[in-house]
């Protein structure tokens, strides 16, 4: 009852600290979100809004308990709690593909206040496939192409579809119990693969998908008509047979998929500068500084993929924007009648 008591008067407290306000001063959002890694992506989002009239601030719900995680924010928006100068910035997860199936499912999508990544997470975005070329670049300052990343998720999204439809039917129908993210995760891992030859992996993946499947199959043997509905409904949210990377587990997608190929990649890149300046160096001494410069410039694979703001060209994080946008002309709209 305390918590809530004080997040009522925090809501409270940002509206009328701009109230205060004199007409020329800058009008204070404060933007809530999970964790600190998560500052950065809101960051990015919110920074377009910002001019001589108002501003953002993004932090976490509360500074005293160190509080972080998706419900802690959401606890922020709960009836009184809602207010036109505080919003909440979160992971869609699979609130976004539940579509009100439950109750966290519903404040999530249905609160204007309230804005999600439309992927599963901020690490999905940051796994953009199109951007990561550029991020094996700023890695290794080599900008030779020796991987296709997009080719290569549209086809593992493409083999993880149709179990990918499964999970989904799984968590809104309340049988998460009997397939759950843990077994989702568990066959979609791609396990060892080439980075010159990926298809036998991919081959693999699919020979692991199609067994799950028909298992599901069997155990769920008169929910066809469930899972071709289910199957419609999250094409037409945006969710494609290519692009389902995107709307996988964030973590499992960043830890098991893609940095395990960032590393490959970037090994081989690092290992194809260092050969060339040891073969046009002109003596020893030369090969030796050109040598320590270039490792001295290379940098951590994860912190670059967590600061890759590649994104930014996705479909899913010009939604958020547009949902921004319509955010903020609606509560200039009230303030104006």
Same mark, same amino acid.
């Given at each position: 009852?305390?918590?809530?008591?004080? %997040?009522?008067?925090?809501?409270?407290?940002?509206?009328?600290?701009?109230?205060?306000?004199? !007409? !020329?001063?800058?009008? +204070?959002?404060?933007?809530?979100?999970?964790?600190?890694?998560?500052?950065?992506?809101?960051?990015?989002?919110?920074?377009?809004?910002?001019?001589?009239? +108002?501003?953002?601030?993004?932090?976490?719900?509360?500074?005293?308990?160190?509080?972080?995680?998706?419900?802690?924010?959401?606890?922020?928006?709960?009836?009184?709690?809602?207010?036109?100068?505080?919003?909440?910035?979160? %992971?869609? %997860?699979?609130?976004?593909?539940l579509q009100g199936a439950t109750a966290q499912s519903q404040r999530v999508l249905n609160s204007g206040y309230v804005f999600h990544t439309y992927a599963y997470s901020i690490e999905n975005m940051q796994c953009f496939a199109q951007s990561l070329h550029e991020v094996c670049v700023s890695v290794t300052l080599n900008d030779h192409r020796i991987f296709d990343f997009y080719d290569y998720l549209t086809q593992y999204s493409e083999a993880i579809f149709p179990l990918f439809v499964w999970s989904v039917w799984a968590y809104r129908t309340g049988n998460y119990n009997r397939f759950t993210m843990t077994d989702f995760a +568990?066959?979609?891992?791609?396990?060892?693969?080439?980075?010159?030859?990926?298809?036998?992996?991919?081959?693999?993946?699919?020979?692991?998908?199609?067994? !799950?499947?028909?298992?599901l199959q069997s155990v769920f043997p008169g929910v066809k008509t469930e899972y071709l509905d289910t199957k419609a409904s999250i094409k037409a949210l945006g969710v494609t047979p290519q692009t389902t990377y995107l709307y996988i587990q964030g973590h499992h997608l960043f830890d098991n998929v893609i940095v395990p190929i960032l590393n490959k990649v970037c090994?081989?890149?690092?290992?194809?500068?260092?050969?060339?300046?040891?073969?046009?160096?002109?003596?020893?001494?030369?090969?030796?500084?050109? #040598?320590?410069?270039?490792?001295?410039?290379?940098?951590?694979?994860?912190? #670059?993929?967590?600061?890759?703001?590649?994104?930014?060209?996705?479909?899913?994080?010009?939604r958020i924007q547009q949902d921004v946008e319509l955010y903020l002309e609606s509560e200039q709209a009230t303030t104006v009648s």
């Amino acid at each position: 009852m305390a918590s809530k008591l004080k %997040d009522q008067l925090n809501s409270r407290y940002f509206q009328a600290a701009n109230q205060l306000k004199s !007409k !020329k001063a800058r009008r +204070r959002i404060v933007a809530y979100v999970e964790s600190y890694d998560d500052i950065y992506f809101w960051r990015t989002v919110l920074s377009r809004f910002e001019d001589d009239k +108002r501003y953002f601030e993004v932090m976490l719900p509360s500074h005293q308990k160190l509080q972080r995680g998706k419900k802690s924010v959401l606890m922020n928006f709960v009836g009184e709690n809602v207010g036109p100068d505080m919003i909440a910035c979160v %992971d869609a %997860d699979y609130d976004y593909m539940l579509q009100g199936a439950t109750a966290q499912s519903q404040r999530v999508l249905n609160s204007g206040y309230v804005f999600h990544t439309y992927a599963y997470s901020i690490e999905n975005m940051q796994c953009f496939a199109q951007s990561l070329h550029e991020v094996c670049v700023s890695v290794t300052l080599n900008d030779h192409r020796i991987f296709d990343f997009y080719d290569y998720l549209t086809q593992y999204s493409e083999a993880i579809f149709p179990l990918f439809v499964w999970s989904v039917w799984a968590y809104r129908t309340g049988n998460y119990n009997r397939f759950t993210m843990t077994d989702f995760a +568990r066959v979609i891992d791609p396990g060892k693969f080439n980075v010159l030859d990926p298809q036998p992996s991919l081959d693999h993946l699919r020979s692991k998908v199609g067994r !799950k499947v028909k298992q599901l199959q069997s155990v769920f043997p008169g929910v066809k008509t469930e899972y071709l509905d289910t199957k419609a409904s999250i094409k037409a949210l945006g969710v494609t047979p290519q692009t389902t990377y995107l709307y996988i587990q964030g973590h499992h997608l960043f830890d098991n998929v893609i940095v395990p190929i960032l590393n490959k990649v970037c090994n081989r890149l690092r290992m194809e500068r260092q050969e060339e300046i040891y073969h046009t160096a002109v003596h020893h001494e030369q090969r030796r500084n050109e #040598m320590s410069c270039y490792e001295h410039s290379l940098q951590d694979i994860r912190q #670059m993929l967590k600061k890759n703001t590649g994104y930014m060209m996705s479909p899913q994080f010009q939604r958020i924007q547009q949902d921004v946008e319509l955010y903020l002309e609606s509560e200039q709209a009230t303030t104006v009648s």
